[in-house]
């Protein structure tokens, strides 16, 4: 029996005991559900309450392409054994549509709109009724294309319908067990890419580089953002400016990125922000962002339903080994929450943002 499946062990402001109730309760009427599942915090508490209200009824998805980062694969794999939710993963193919690598402002509902048909197929097939994610009730006021995609596909937004916030999902979390409770933001690598600059898997493995070394040097919550002619805009909490143009890791950084492919670097001297790209779009539509509120339990989809994907399923801790070997390649990074698992709202002080980079 799974360790965190029991009652929360500490105890939770009241008003977030009702909301975790009346989340459990929400889930317990469906008669099955598969998660779109990145191993943030904000799909984390999504499975786990799953897990709690449905048990082998409910499964976590993950879809993989170019487009997650390094070692967020095996941690999601980790963190779904630790849950003892069902793990199952689905090589998504947003890299093959133009209006995806074209990378304008809603490349986040094409992202979503491959995932969500996928699940849309995939879950029926496979006997799961009913599709959902981890959005926040913060998130619906945010600009997030992707929600239109969910809106489109059925996709239930179960924490938002019952008014959890980024606080309550970490508290949640933090309740739970889960260890990634106080997890920074790691939305999908597309969204380091300034709009209307392509958006390729050679683009994405030199901004991976960059960031993995930034956090080898004990820099957890940091973006390098690719602009126009190769040039890498480094975003870094504000208080780690002085060091990083100080010697020797300023001279370790510049050599860094420029062997990934980089031709200029530079430092942002405002800091990090949550979605600081969207400075580049002209107006940001609100009608994009759809409220998706309803305690109603939606129509199942049709079980009949069928198709043929690449996907494979884990169970636990015991085939990461394994898992992590066919996976950890750069081609193999992926979404489930790619844009947004999980996956980015607003900053919150530990990069915690919702989905928007």
Request: hydrophobic letters at 40%.
């Amino acid at each position: 029996m799974n360790p965190l499946a029991e009652t929360p062990p500490e105890p939770l402001a009241e008003n977030l005991e009702a909301k975790r109730d009346a989340l459990l309760e929400l889930l317990r009427q469906y008669p099955s559900c598969a998660v779109a599942y990145s191993g943030g915090v904000d799909s984390a508490v999504m499975a786990q309450a799953a897990f709690i209200a449905l048990g082998e009824r409910a499964v976590a998805v993950t879809g993989v392409s170019a487009s997650l980062a390094d070692g967020e694969l095996a941690a999601a794999a980790e963190l779904a054994g630790r849950i003892g939710i069902r793990h199952v993963v689905l090589a998504t193919r947003e890299f093959d549509q133009p209006a995806y690598v074209r990378n304008a402002s809603d490349r986040c509902y094409h992202c979503k709109t491959e995932l969500y048909s996928l699940l849309e197929q995939w879950a029926p097939a496979n006997g799961f009724a009913v599709l959902l994610n981890g959005v926040n009730v913060e998130d619906l006021g945010d600009y997030r294309p992707g929600l239109r995609a969910a809106n489109e596909h059925q996709v239930r937004s179960p924490l938002a319908d019952c008014g959890l916030t980024k606080a309550d999902i970490r508290a949640l979390a933090a309740a739970w067990g889960l260890p990634v409770w106080d997890k920074p933001a790691s939305p999908c690598l597309s969204s380091r890419v300034a709009y209307g600059e392509e958006v390729t898997p050679e683009r994405l493995a030199m901004i991976d580089r960059g960031e993995r070394f930034l956090r080898s040097r004990g820099l957890p919550i940091v973006r390098v953002r690719y602009h126009r002619g190769d040039v890498a805009r480094i975003e870094a909490p504000v208080e780690e400016l002085p060091r990083l143009v100080a010697s020797p890791l300023r001279e370790e950084l510049v050599n860094e990125l420029l062997s990934a492919g980089f031709k200029f670097v530079s430092l942002d001297l405002v800091g990090f922000r949550s979605g600081s790209l969207n400075v580049l779009i002209p107006t940001l539509r609100q009608d994009s962002a759809p409220v998706l509120v309803s305690l109603s339990p939606p129509a199942p989809l049709p079980l009949e339903r069928s198709m043929n994907v690449q996907t494979e399923d884990h169970r636990g801790a015991s085939r990461l080994a394994s898992f992590a070997s066919q996976h950890d390649g750069r081609g193999d990074g992926g979404d489930a929450g790619t844009c947004g698992s999980q996956g980015d709202g607003k900053s919150d002080g530990r990069g915690g943002a919702s989905g928007r980079g």
